[in-house]
């Protein structure tokens, strides 16, 4: 009844499937777009001192400020912490979600803050298709479990 209440949604992450939390906003609402003429009607008040035709140019400014400040958050929260997986960049461009996963997991096998962590359930690959990779590739795997 009150998700429309609720910042954060709980969902998995497409490739190592841990739980996180991302924020469902990724534009502005009609409640930023108040806060935004509140914000200049505020800023024209202690300006000017009185109305003027300049707090137009304060509340576009507003708004652009706080379009941006909610898709930076949308865009950051939706990146693995675990893994690195970037389903945005993924869309775009899948070698370099690639390469920043493989970058994520060689840095977390490096950390020691990690020796003890829970492993990342991450996606098999049967041994035929990793030969077959490896072969094409002449390089490591992202992931080997079997």
Same mark, same amino acid.
Do not use: T
């Given at each position: 009844?009150?998700?429309?209440?609720?910042?954060?949604?709980?969902?998995?992450?497409?490739?190592?499937?841990?739980?996180?939390?991302?924020?469902?906003?990724?534009?502005?609402?009609?409640?930023?777009?108040?806060?935004?003429?509140?914000?200049?009607?505020?800023?024209?008040?202690?300006?000017?001192?009185?109305?003027?035709?300049?707090?137009?140019?304060?509340?576009?400014?507003?708004?652009?400020?706080?379009?941006?400040?909610?898709?930076?958050?949308?865009?950051?929260?939706?990146?693995?912490?675990?893994?690195?997986?970037?389903?945005?960049?993924? =869309?775009?461009? &899948?070698?370099?979600? +690639?390469? @920043?996963? *493989? #970058?994520?997991?060689?840095?977390? $096998?490096?950390?020691?803050?990690?020796?003890?962590?829970?492993? =990342?359930?991450? &996606?098999?690959?049967? +041994?035929? @298709?990793? *030969? #077959?990779?490896?072969?094409?590739? $002449?390089?490591?795997?992202?992931?080997?479990?079997?």
């Amino acid at each position: 009844m009150f998700s429309l209440f609720h910042k954060r949604h709980n969902c998995f992450c497409a490739f190592c499937k841990s739980p996180r939390r991302i924020y469902r906003k990724k534009n502005i609402s009609l409640m930023n777009i108040v806060g935004s003429a509140l914000a200049s009607i505020v800023v024209m008040f202690a300006i000017w001192q009185q109305y003027d035709p300049r707090v137009m140019i304060a509340f576009v400014v507003c708004l652009a400020l706080s379009e941006v400040f909610v898709k930076i958050r949308w865009r950051l929260s939706v990146v693995c912490r675990s893994c690195g997986f970037d389903p945005v960049l993924y =869309l775009k461009h &899948p070698e370099q979600a +690639a390469q @920043k996963v *493989k #970058a994520q997991l060689d840095m977390r $096998k490096q950390d020691p803050k990690y020796l003890l962590a829970k492993p =990342l359930n991450l &996606p098999a690959i049967p +041994a035929e @298709k990793a *030969k #077959a990779l490896q072969a094409k590739e $002449k390089g490591r795997l992202v992931s080997r479990s079997i």
